[in-house]
């Protein structure tokens, strides 16, 4: 059971590293970062996690999957989304 957690840490870790490094920010930091949301990180990479044990099923979730650790790192950085941008430009010309 505890193996899964490990396994979705690692996973999330992973993932989100290419999206991480990009915006300069190195691994003691990537793992300081994830240790501190380990509640959204447990719940993005354990789920896949299992779903990879299901042969080919990886195959299919992997784009989404680096997708979402994309978003995931945007999130924990306290980026913006453009979704978010264009909302408060809405808020402002109203």
Do not use: N, Y
Request: glycine share 10%.
């Amino acid at each position: 059971m505890i193996g899964f957690f490990v396994t979705g840490f690692f996973l999330t870790e992973e993932l989100a590293a290419v999206a991480l490094q990009r915006r300069g920010v190195e691994l003691r930091t990537r793992l300081t970062l994830l240790r501190s949301r380990k509640t959204l990180v447990w719940g993005f990479g354990t789920p896949l996690g299992l779903a990879f044990l299901v042969p080919f099923v990886a195959v299919f979730l992997m784009p989404g999957a680096v997708a979402g650790a994309t978003l995931l790192a945007r999130d924990l950085l306290g980026e913006e989304s453009a979704d978010d941008e264009a909302g408060q430009e809405q808020e402002v010309t109203s």
